[in-house]
């Protein structure tokens, strides 16, 4: 593959990648939008697209997470009769397997 060739399938890559997104527009107040700029330099971000789409990624995960967490909690924290240390390990155990395959 020649360089040309290359630089072509990326173009048709950005262009299906640009296609197939929702564009978003947010208003953010002056201070607020100096400090989202300071920090993704900070963090080499190269652009605030990237950062804000990496940050709606981390909060869908931690809502997905806590949404998780109050399952597990609602099915093994609710026991009414006398559990030992023994069956709360178990029950924990269990529980973080279930989370695990969740979020793989």
Do not use: P
Request: no cysteine; hydrophobic share 35%; proline share 0%.
């Amino acid at each position: 593959m020649n360089l040309t060739e290359s630089k072509r399938q990326k173009f048709k890559y950005y262009l299906v990648l640009l296609n197939n997104m929702e564009t978003v527009s947010i208003k953010l107040e002056d201070g607020f939008a100096k400090n989202v700029e300071k920090t993704m330099k900070k963090h080499n971000y190269t652009t605030k697209t990237e950062f804000i789409r990496e940050a709606i990624r981390d909060k869908i995960k931690e809502l997905e997470t806590q949404e998780a967490l109050k399952r597990v909690d609602r099915l093994y924290g609710a026991s009414r009769i006398k559990t030992t240390d023994r069956q709360l390990h178990a029950a924990r155990e269990r529980a973080f397997e279930e989370l695990e395959k969740e979020f793989k």
